[in-house]
């Protein structure tokens, strides 16, 4: 189909990440990657939400953030040309305080049984709001990848809200200025969750433009109106090769009774069954690999831990 091959068109970059990141584990485990151990620890920052004028917000909770989101008063808003259907950076202020967020208002339908090739792909929906179905349902699987987004009314309408992520720069950007990401092993950490989380919402529309870094390599995902179709089988399987051992826990306990709450009103109940099936192919084929070439070589350990056994490594090496 051709939104498959548009998808991963653009994903070539990743392989040679994964390549590398590969080596360095290895590299790592053989003690001899010593450089690389320090700059990961370093690498360990929590990314820090930044007000409009590029200082840190007087909250990072993301409890408060939705809260900013849904009650803040907007002061101005421009239109952005990035993306399919476009967004428009919203001021919002409140209480002294002045935030950026891309306000999303495209929603459409479309029934196209006659030409689709899978019947389940004959209603597509690109909506708006499926960007607060991503940030909630990566929430329930413990990533911190989404930016925080909620619905409300705007501008006499309704519209997703999502926290502007400031100081970044696109995937594309990184590749054209040839920036090389500090850290391989923990790219391969990120790359590895954004294929896993686009195979379980059928994500088509990943590219080099929605990816997102901050200025200390955080990896953020954005742009997910065109996600969770109805089809069962994800988009790119064959991408998967790795992920991380606590998502894998996190992806097997995931059920209906813990989506329908979170998604119920964005979602429709066709579409989370779609994301439970596929999510069990997901866990199927992850089971493969690690019978194929063993538990070590597919899933990750957490990368947290893998920042203590290299803190400790090194920590044993200078002393």
Not at 100 to 106: G, K, L, P, T, W
């Amino acid at each position: 189909m051709k939104g498959k091959v548009e998808m991963f068109g653009n994903y070539r970059f990743q392989l040679n990440v994964l390549l590398t990141a590969v080596i360095c584990l290895a590299a790592i485990s053989q003690g001899k990657a010593k450089s690389l151990r320090d700059a990961a620890i370093g690498q360990e920052a929590v990314h820090v939400w930044l007000d409009a004028q590029g200082s840190p917000l007087p909250f990072q909770d993301d409890e408060e953030i939705l809260e900013f989101l849904k009650t803040a008063k907007p002061v101005s808003r421009k239109r952005v040309k990035e993306g399919r259907n476009g967004i428009h950076k919203v001021l919002l202020a409140k209480d002294g305080v002045r935030m950026h967020a891309a306000m999303r208002d495209f929603r459409t339908a479309t029934n196209d049984g006659q030409v689709a090739v899978d019947p389940a792909e004959a209603f597509f929906r690109d909506d708006y709001a499926f960007e607060v179905a991503a940030y909630r349902l990566s929430r329930l699987l413990g990533l911190d990848l989404v930016p925080p987004a909620v619905q409300r009314n705007l501008y006499g309408q309704p519209v997703s809200l999502q926290i502007w992520v400031e100081d970044t720069f696109m995937e594309k950007d990184r590749r054209e200025r040839q920036l090389e990401h500090p850290d391989p092993v923990r790219n391969l950490y990120q790359i590895s969750t954004v294929i896993l989380f686009d195979n379980l919402i059928n994500n088509e529309d990943r590219n080099e433009g929605n990816i997102l870094y901050d200025n200390r390599w955080n990896l953020w995902m954005i742009d997910h109106t065109r996600a969770f179709r109805r089809s069962g089988q994800p988009i790119a399987l064959k991408q998967l090769k790795y992920c991380e051992r606590s998502l894998f826990e996190r992806l097997k306990e995931l059920r209906w009774e813990d989506l329908w709450p979170q998604l119920r009103g964005i979602l429709l109940k066709s579409e989370v069954k779609a994301l439970l099936k596929r999510r069990d192919r997901i866990v199927r084929k992850l089971e493969s690999l690690i019978q194929e070439q063993g538990e070590s070589q597919v899933l990750l350990p957490e990368w947290r831990q893998l920042l203590g056994t290299m803190a400790d490594a090194s920590s044993r090496q200078s002393g």
